[in-house]
């Protein structure tokens, strides 16, 4: 059983269109996160949410959107793709082990997004 | 800026020796260090952590050394098998803030 499934796992886009990547966890964490992995395997956090509260909103551009429909689902959406966009997007999951401290991150396979 | 600066880029050990990954940080409110692990394809997972409290934190063939007072702790594996072929995460975290910071990663191969 998955524990962090996303889909897709590959997509390919022209620039400008839009797209949206899902994330469930099965693991009944109550935090989830998006990450954002780039060519050179550098791991940035982008966004977390907590219990449906956005608690992390990094700098990333307007474009990027998340949502949390419940506890159990982050997806992100992306607005007028650019190629630098292009990267490995994680998501993940994990206890919040008190008011400010989270857990183990547990995460997905990854979702790899070319812009064309 | 760089928070967590990570080396080396990449290190090849032939099987049984020692793979060494080093880590320094500047903020000295981080409390929280630990080492996550990723194959290709797949996402990193957590493969060993330690808080500022020890020196040392030993599981298996796997130790995190932690130098308080240089910033710097490091990641040890003894008798390194080709099966550990990946790429290593060092990161921090601290109190009163929910995220971990990555260092930039270690590809790490054992050579049979």
Same mark, same amino acid.
């Given at each position: 059983d998955?524990?962090? *499934?996303?889909?897709?796992k590959y997509l390919v886009t022209q620039m400008g269109n839009d797209k949206s990547i899902k994330c469930e966890q099965n693991l009944g964490h109550d935090t989830m996160y998006w990450y954002k992995q780039d060519s050179k395997k550098f791991l940035k956090i982008m966004f977390?949410?907590?219990n449906k509260e956005l608690i992390i909103n990094e700098t990333v551009p307007n474009r990027f959107s998340p949502k949390s429909p419940d506890k159990a689902h982050l997806n992100l959406h992306i607005n007028s793709l650019e190629l630098g966009d292009s990267a490995v997007y994680f998501c993940a999951s994990s206890w919040l082990v008190s008011t400010v401290r989270t857990g183990e991150l547990f995460f997905g396979?990854? *979702?790899?997004?070319?812009?064309? | 800026q760089q928070q967590v600066k990570q080396s080396p880029q990449s290190l090849i050990v032939q099987k049984g020796g020692i793979s060494i990954i080093n880590?320094?940080?500047?903020?000295?409110?981080?409390d929280y260090f630990p080492w996550y692990q990723q194959f290709p394809g797949k996402g990193p997972a957590l493969l060993i952590a330690i808080r500022p409290d020890v020196s040392e934190k030993k599981e298996g063939r796997f130790?995190?050394?932690?130098?308080k007072s240089a910033k710097q702790f490091s990641l040890h594996i003894m008798d390194s098998q080709p099966g550990d072929s990946a790429t290593y995460f060092c990161a921090a975290g601290e109190d009163s803030s929910y995220k971990l910071i990555f260092g930039s990663g270690t590809r790490l191969l054992v050579r049979p």
């Open positions: 998955t524990a962090v *499934s996303q889909t897709p977390s949410y907590n396979e990854g *979702s790899r997004l070319t812009v064309l | 880590c320094a940080y500047e903020n000295t409110a981080f130790t995190i050394s932690f130098n």
